[in-house]
């Protein structure tokens, strides 16, 4: 545990808790690193399977925390650099993670904090949480989301969110695929713990690996070369132990647990 983020274990799952509800669970350099910090603890954790961010209070993240924006007027080119750097490699660490990372969100994701939902692998919201990147309105350019937005969205439905920073309502954020699960503010914390506890024993975790290292793979290699890939990691996959012993149940018609 730490003062601006909380982290528990129960059933395989990691729980990673933003906790600065007073200031919206904005973000300044120091939950910026906790975050990368926990993330990367869950990662390693071999005792979690599945890892879920939310946030205390009324909303996920309001994006950059006033005070944050404020020392930015006197930030150095080194600093602005390190700091760039530091937000990076949070979203970077969220992407990449070898284990599937479930976004609880159960209220307004602005600006950064849209951007820190975004690239969460799977997103439930309440239907009262709005979505969008606000930067523009402040002069300012969303340029590291810029870059995983629009492989989630296209560039039709980025460049709508991104230049314009309008926000969008829960149900319009869905039908943009920004979001997976709409889901009522009673219910949402049951449904997102059922449903990670339920992949935590249904799916292979080095499948989950290994599957999302070939999607970015797909994305950034042209498609003849994400095709070699696919072929080595397929070849790599059928030698695995996990392939074996799932294939094995399936053909015994046994219930796979992981």
């Known amino acids: 545990m730490t003062e601006l983020a909380d982290y528990k274990t129960q059933n395989r799952v990691a729980y990673i808790t933003i906790n600065r509800p007073e200031k919206r669970n904005a973000l300044n350099p120091e939950l910026v690193e906790a975050l990368t910090d926990l993330l990367l603890r869950a990662g390693h954790d071999e005792n979690v399977k599945i890892i879920v961010l939310k946030a205390r209070g009324e909303v996920f993240s309001a994006g950059a925390d006033l005070e944050y924006l404020q020392a930015l007027q006197n930030n150095s080119s080194q600093d602005d650099l390190e700091d760039t750097i530091a937000i990076k490699e949070l979203l970077y660490s969220i992407y990449t993670l070898p284990k599937l990372v479930i976004a609880q969100v159960e209220g307004h994701a602005i600006a950064g904090g849209c951007g ?34 629009v492989r989630k969205l296209g560039e039709g439905r980025a460049k709508e969110m991104l230049l314009t920073g309008d926000l969008v309502d829960a149900a319009t954020a869905s039908d943009y695929g920004l979001i997976n699960f709409v889901v009522s503010k009673d219910g949402i914390a049951v449904a997102v713990t059922e449903y990670a506890e339920r992949l935590s024993v249904n799916v292979s975790g080095q499948s989950v690996s290994l599957t999302k290292q070939l999607l970015n793979t797909a994305h950034n290699l042209p498609l003849e070369d994400s095709l070699e890939e696919a072929i080595k990691l397929n070849v790599r996959t059928r030698s695995s132990a996990d392939c074996k012993k799932g294939i094995a149940a399936f053909l015994n018609k046994e219930k796979m647990e992981w």
Do not use: M, S
């Open 116 to 149: 820190l939902a975004a690239v969460c692998d799977i997103v439930f919201a309440v239907p009262e949480a709005k979505f969008g990147y606000t930067e523009v309105k402040i002069g300012f350019v969303p340029a590291l989301v810029t870059c995983f937005l």
